[in-house]
DNA sequence: CGTTCGATGCACT
DNA sequence: GTGCATCGAACGT
């Protein structure tokens, strides 16, 4: 079942826990894609400084202080594009960053898009965990650019579904990449899942429980 | 293992 | 002109 726009229109934390473990599918002119979500960071209004609303409403904000459930697409760095579900009712700029999945469907589809990454010199093939690995990275695998900014998630080729797979165990950090607000524990991942960035905790993986929810 | 650093486009001041 | 919600190559240990 394809998530409802209610689902979104809801605190950005409550819709960052709950998205881990549905999946985001794409049916690209050039083929179909899907994966699990495991990693997912929450941007919430102008008062949180590294949401992009900080500043107030801007042309490229925009998105944010639409409907819940709108897809906010933009470019960053120059060269990945990164797509977050817009939460909240409409007028409360916030949304979820998606930073990690667990590929499903359309792996060698995934493949060949990340090997087509122009600043990809070693063509040796992607391990399957790492495909859909951060925010650029799950992008270029799954197809999603600056043209599918705006979509409704609610519908047709871009969407995020619930296929009924367990609630996952949830570990709360720090966001990734940002300069402020890093005392906000607002980045949700699958304990100790391989395809999560940064994971904390040192060198290996055993899912250390940290911070539960 | 670890860290550094260049690539690259555009919104914003 | 500045500064990114990044990635991965290159180099040091």
């Known amino acids: 079942m394809i998530l409802p726009a209610e689902f979104y229109h809801r605190p950005t934390l409550d819709v960052a826990r709950e998205l881990l473990g549905k999946v985001l599918v794409y049916q690209s002119p ?30 490229r904000n925009a998105p944010l202080y639409g409907p819940p459930s709108l897809a906010y697409v933009y470019l960053n760095y120059g060269l990945h594009d990164m797509v977050n579900a817009v ?3 409409e007028g409360h700029p916030s949304a979820v960053l998606i930073r990690g999945l667990e590929p499903l469907e359309g792996l060698p589809l995934m493949r060949r898009r990340r090997a087509q990454a122009p600043w990809r010199k070693d063509k040796t093939a992607v391990p399957s965990h790492e495909l859909c690995r951060g925010p650029g990275n799950l992008t270029r695998a799954m197809g999603i650019t600056l043209a599918d900014n705006l979509r409704p998630l609610t519908r047709e080729p871009l969407t995020i579904r619930d296929e009924g797979l367990a609630p996952p165990l949830v570990v709360w950090d720090s966001r990734i990449g940002i300069s402020v607000g890093t005392d906000r524990l607002w980045r949700a991942s699958v304990a100790g899942h391989r395809a999560v960035s940064a994971r904390r905790g040192g060198s290996s993986d055993p899912p250390v429980g940290r911070r539960r929810v």
């Open 30 to 59: 050039d083929g179909f894609a899907s994966g699990m979500i495991v990693e997912a960071e929450a941007y919430i209004g102008e008062g949180d400084p590294a949401c992009h609303a900080a500043a107030g409403r801007t042309v």
């Open 87 to 89: 939460t909240e009712a």
